[in-house]
């Protein structure tokens, strides 16, 4: 099938394009970026006013597939990607059971591939089980197509273990995705530690349970040489850390997720446990540090650690709620609407930061629209406003504390492999 | 509901000639003013209860007890009533078993409120019997309850209201009848 | 007034200053029914109330149920075992079922803070909270100020000393936005690792020394101290705290000669109180109590005793 995308703003950071211009597509692959193209064969895609973007990489998602199918399976799983922009999602290991041998790893990547609609790449374990002690089967995970490993939820505690962890995934190159946060400076938290949760008297957790784990980590690296990559950093002594460490050299990268962009620890004041999420909101002070070190380049990508609950475990009281938020089918439009729209990032950064920025953590050969690659292709709507309605997500997880916000420029198309997966926000055949 | 006056039935003078002779009617009924207790209903009973028991100080030579009586808590209608009703306190300071307790309002009209204020009232003490006062009667009654002492009686359609204003009150003495005015 | 066209009572902080005078004034009247022979009036006769504590609680529970029955309210108390209903029913599917039994309002104590607000939210029953977590204990500082304004004549611009555990104590919160909107000056006392971190936001002054606390203060309210904290690691042992913070008569030296003291109770004589100055008249513990029963009943009152579906929802 040959697709021809015509008359779109084509932003493609991995090759400095942006500009209007035509795409073709052909067997799956990027064919040209061109001016005027034209095709007789090709099925056309008029993409005026929209722009037309490297297919967008979400590093940091919870499918829940296998044992808590309840929540999200791959397949609404994919489907959420798919609506929401993505290509390529990698999904975390705190499955049941969690992703630390070849053979769970293989089985994500197989229903993935029936499903068909984006790119499942499974994150490994950095320990058996998850449990922090013993190291996984590196090798094999790496063999079964594990793209990173992961603790991710269940910190690794102790220090000897992760310098071995970094130690080892570094025979692989494989970056090791940390969840840092101090269990014993956050226990029973519920939310950041400050006014707000004093405010509301639920027990906080102070932005140094994350910032003191970071730091750990940090050291590790340095000591091991292995690649650290932070998991969704939240507070501004998180970016002051991140961006020493890379300008002392440490092989160090970090995302952050749209809420800790968008929403502050005031919002926690409803008690409605959707905006209950590991780490928690945090200030405004907070929020506008991790706006900078998006433009500065501290933060290297935007991941939504999409999170999806059944309704008991987020309907009930707020101290008993599970954290996360399903974030796959916003966060695009969080962003275009809070950050891009209001000039606090130009758009060229935000494509990267969805798309560069992810596939260069993991040496992903997508992320671009280089002719030759696979043809994995977002096309957003800048212009299109649309409400929030969790009612309507793919996902089975309705968590989120976004419903019924009014946001202006979402994904209009996504292009898997050369065959369109969404088009506005819907799922296509 | 918008209401206006539409004339004056009683004024200042005539209020008190009601007053002194009910004050009378009071001394004679029962014989003297010994184990008698004067109590008004809130808010305008209080005031008449006030004077109730000068007036009968003046001819008497001696005092009565007073008290006012809050009767919220005992009103039939509050589920009906759009917004709450504020309590106050009631002052009956003073032990009413064995007394006789004559009650004093402004208008007599259904009863409901002399209803409430006998449950209130009960639920204070024993008295040895209860008598009721009020300037105005006015007819339409809902419940079997009378007057024992009526300062005048004043015949009323159900589109009429009566306004009793006291100086402690409404800074003037006078009675009149008000209607609805349609908007 | 604000509070009439609220469903629920869920803390001070969004009550405004005339709501709650008219909750302390007709607790004024409602005092006077306890002190009767005959505690009753029918005001609330066919209305039914639950209480329904999540945790243990003996004063306020007994407090809300006597309160609802002086008005005649039929009242039933449920107590709920927290850790058999982790594995039981939904908190939902509970209210939910004790909404269809008939009741008007709920008075719910939790341990988690925010619960009775979830609830709110998820049943017609109007809701009062009687202690949620750390975060309010509305009917308790509305006691306290009512105690505190019968002794003073009136709640403006005192100074008040609230001493102890801060962090965890949601008396302490409830206290604080309802005198500060008096214009009370309100201190709080207690060691800094009870201290919640940024609690001069909220319009108070913090003190770690007891002594310089109560300068000039006519109020001072004693908190418990749950020993449970000290074997947290929040405090050395019950002794050092009693040598610091323990309220003892020579304290009342510094404030005012006409001092009030306070307590929620339980008290822990000997910890956060000396037992002379508990039994002493400055110490109004007692009093509390029956004024606890009389703002409640004045909250019952207001809440049910008018329209009921014409103001809910």
Same mark, same amino acid.
């Given at each position: 099938m040959r697709l021809l995308i015509k008359g779109g703003r084509v932003i493609d950071p991995s090759n400095g394009l942006n500009a209007i211009m035509d795409i073709l597509v052909d067997e799956g692959r990027i064919v040209a970026v061109e001016n005027n193209l034209a095709d007789d064969v090709a099925e056309v895609i008029d993409a005026k006013d929209k722009l037309v973007c490297p297919g967008f990489i979400d590093m940091h998602v919870h499918l829940r597939e296998p044992g808590l199918e309840y929540k999200e399976d791959i397949t609404s799983g994919s489907k959420a990607a798919a609506a929401g922009g993505f290509t390529t999602v990698c999904c975390m290991p705190n499955t049941e059971p969690a992703i630390d041998n070849a053979a769970i790893a293989s089985f994500i990547r197989e229903r993935a591939r029936k499903t068909g609609l984006t790119n499942v790449l499974p994150i490994g374990t950095i320990t058996r089980g998850r449990a922090g002690n013993e190291l996984s089967e590196m090798a094999e995970l790496v063999s079964a197509g594990c793209i990173a490993v992961s603790d991710d939820g269940s910190p690794v505690m102790r220090a000897d273990v992760m310098r071995n962890g970094l130690e080892y995934a570094k025979m692989f190159s494989l970056p090791v995705l940390a969840h840092c946060e101090d269990l014993n400076l956050s226990r029973d938290g519920q939310m950041h530690e400050g006014y707000y949760s004093i405010i509301y008297g639920l027990k906080g957790i102070p932005a140094e349970a994350e910032e003191v784990a970071i730091a750990r980590d940090i050291m590790l690296a340095r000591l091991t040489g292995g690649h650290l990559h932070v998991c969704h950093i939240s507070t501004m002594g998180a970016v002051d850390l991140i961006r020493e460490a890379k300008e002392e050299g440490i092989k160090v990268t970090c995302e952050v997720t749209p809420h800790h962009l968008v929403?502050?620890?005031?919002?926690v004041g409803t008690y409605d446990a959707n905006t209950k999420v590991s780490p928690p909101l945090r200030p405004w002070e907070h929020i506008e540090a991790l706006r900078e070190a998006l433009n500065e380049g501290v933060i290297d990508c935007i991941a939504t650690d999409h999170a999806p609950h059944h309704l008991e475990s987020k309907d009930c009281e707020y101290v008993l709620a599970s954290p996360g938020i399903s974030g796959l089918e916003t966060a695009v439009a969080l962003i275009m609407n809070e950050l891009v729209n209001p000039g606090i990032l130009d758009i060229e950064r935000m494509v990267s930061l969805f798309t560069t920025g992810p596939a260069e953590i993991l040496g992903l050969d997508r992320g671009t629209l280089t002719?030759?690659?696979?043809?994995d292709v977002t096309l957003l709507d800048p212009n299109m406003v649309k409400t929030v309605d969790p009612a309507k997500f793919y996902s089975k997880g309705k968590n989120t504390p976004f419903g019924g916000r009014e946001l202006k420029g979402w994904p209009y198309m996504t292009i898997r492999s050369g065959k369109i997966v969404a088009r506005e926000g819907q799922i296509v055949g | 509901m918008q209401l206006r006056d539409k004339n004056v039935i009683m004024d200042e003078m005539g209020i008190k000639r009601a007053l002194t002779r009910i004050a009378h009617e009071i001394i004679e009924r029962n014989k003297g003013i010994e184990d008698v207790a004067v109590v008004g209903i809130r808010r305008r009973g209080g005031p008449l209860a006030q004077r109730l028991a000068a007036r009968i100080e003046e001819i008497e030579g001696i005092s009565v007890p007073v008290g006012i009586l809050d009767i919220t808590l005992y009103r039939d209608d509050l589920t009906t009533l759009a917004s709450q009703p504020l309590v106050h306190r009631t002052e009956v300071n003073f032990d009413i078993n064995g007394l006789t307790i004559v009650l004093v309002d402004d208008v007599l009209y259904t009863g409901r409120t002399v209803r409430a204020a006998l449950d209130a009232l009960i639920d204070l003490g024993r008295p040895k019997s209860i008598q009721l006062a009020v300037l105005i009667d006015r007819g339409h009654r809902e419940l079997p309850i009378k007057a024992d002492f009526i300062g005048k009686n004043v015949p009323t359609s159900h589109l009429e209201e009566i306004a009793v204003r006291v100086k402690e009150i409404d800074s003037k003495d006078e009675v009149v009848i008000q209607e609805i005015v349609k908007t | 007034m604000g509070f009439e066209q609220t469903k629920d009572l869920l803390g001070l902080r969004e009550l405004n200053r005339e709501d709650i005078e008219l909750i302390l004034n007709t607790a004024l009247p409602m005092k006077d029914i306890i002190k009767r022979d005959i505690k009753k009036v029918p005001t609330l006769r066919g209305k039914a109330l639950a209480t329904v504590f999540y945790e243990p609680s003996t004063r306020t529970r007994t407090s809300f149920e006597i309160a609802g029955k002086y008005l005649s309210a039929d009242t039933v108390n449920l107590t709920v075992n927290t850790s058999s209903v982790l594995k039981g029913e939904s908190l939902r599917d509970t209210i939910k079922t004790i909404e269809v039994m008939g009741f008007d309002l709920m008075v719910m104590r939790h341990s988690m803070s925010g619960t009775p607000h979830y609830v709110a939210r998820n049943t017609r029953m109007r809701i009062i909270n009687a202690g949620d977590g750390a975060n309010e204990h509305p009917t308790q500082a509305l006691l306290d100020m009512f105690s505190i304004k019968e002794k003073k004549g009136s709640l403006d611009n005192l100074k008040i000393a609230i001493v102890g555990?801060?962090?965890?104590?949601r008396v302490a919160r409830s206290n604080i936005y309802g005198l500060s909107k008096f214009g009370c000056e309100v201190r709080v006392v207690g060691p800094s690792t009870l201290?919640?971190? #940024?609690? #001069? *936001?909220? =319009?108070v002054k913090r003190y770690y020394n007891l002594d310089e606390a109560l300068n000039g203060v006519d109020v001072i309210n004693v908190l418990r101290i749950q020993r449970e904290r000290q074997q947290l690691g929040l405090f050395p042992s019950l002794d050092e705290y009693a040598d610091l913070y323990m309220l003892s008569? #020579?304290?009342?030296?510094? /404030? *005012?000669?006409d001092v009030l003291v306070l307590h929620p109770g339980p008290m822990n004589r000997g910890v956060e109180i000396s037992s002379q100055l508990a039994d002493s008249n400055v110490a109004v513990i007692n009093e509390q109590v029956t004024n606890g029963v009389a703002v409640r009943m004045a909250l019952l009152f207001l809440m049910m =005793? =008018? /329209?009921k579906d014409e103001i809910a929802n």
């Open positions: 929403l502050s620890d005031e919002a002719p030759g690659r696979v043809a | - | 555990d801060i962090l965890h104590s201290m919640p971190p #940024e609690i #001069e *936001k909220l =319009g008569p #020579e304290h009342l030296l510094r /404030a *005012k000669d =005793g =008018g /329209a």
